[in-house]
């Protein structure tokens, strides 16, 4: 944003400190001469002769002119050297705001000192570095995951018809099959990007939900997936009224139930989910059996395409967003996901979004 120039806020401050410190001296001799100078006689006697009135009134005028003049220097000047001291802490923050601006987000203030207004300036100036530093660096190990990802189905792909062209014996029905299958995992992994861009940015109209009903809409969709795998689905909860995307929370709730089935058991496994209503949120809860967790290894679930060893090597893979799409979703709509190995085995999963009373949601 072009601005015109102007003075500086020590100039200012400057011409502030000295302004008040005119106008007080003007003041005191004001004071001076209302109780005391003008309630002198015309003529006064002294050791040694008489004192008038004007040529006293003369010399006082010249006194205070005097008074004013270093006033107003020693004002500017000392006015000058203050303003640079407060504003020094402010002259650190703008040069770290410019080095962000670069690209230099490793770079904090550490203002020193007691704590005031600059240095609570600082000190949220140096938490959003953190943050966005942070942010960043997810950002980046995210398109370089999913730069990675996408050229994994078009690198076998590739390999697939190059095959084909150097061998006319090969099985068409096969071929077919395996690009079938590769193209599918490709659409998948750009739907959830796809999914996972429009979630972060919040482009949704919000509506009023009920979670418990979108929590039975995907148990009955999940529900030959959890025969497939063994697992017994168990639900249960109160009605809970929340403010959001009906499609976005409903993907939700499927991801977390899909992903506790799949890392189950192999056999007499179970998922349970729970809707409940808090004071100001409601909370849906996903639990599953299944192998034991490390809280390490827990902590890093949520972490686009990172998955277990387990998920690796499974029929049921996907591609590694799903927590991820969880977390984004959630974040969103102004929640918060917490995730909880279970001592005996398996995750426990929350997420707690604000609500809006039964009445609100009529």
Known sequence: MSRKPGLSVRLKLTLSYTGF????GFLLLAVMWVFVLRHLPAYTSVDGGVLIRSFLLRDFASAAAAVLAFLLVFGLVGGWLLAGRMLAPLTRITHA?????NGSLDHRIRLPGREDE?????????????RLEAHVAEQRRFAANASHELRTPLAISKALLDVARTDPHLDVTALVERLHTVNTRAIDLTEALLLLSRADRRSFTRERVDLSLLTEEATETLLPLAEKHGVSLITSGD?????????????????LIQNAIVHNLPERGYVRVHTGLRSKSVVLTVENTGEQLSPQLVSTLTEPFRRGTERIH???AGVGLGLAIVKTIARAHDGKLVLTPRPTGGLRVSVEIPAISRHAAR
């Open 97 to 101: 705001t410019r080095m962000a601006t």
């Open 118 to 130: 600059f240095r609570e300036l600082a000190d949220a100036f140096d938490g959003m570095l953190t």
């Open 239 to 255: 009605i809970a009224h929340t403010a959001g995307s009906p499609p976005l929370l409903l993907q939700l709730t499927t991801n």
């Open 21 to 24: 410190l005119m106008v007080a």
């Open 314 to 316: 499974s029929d049921q």
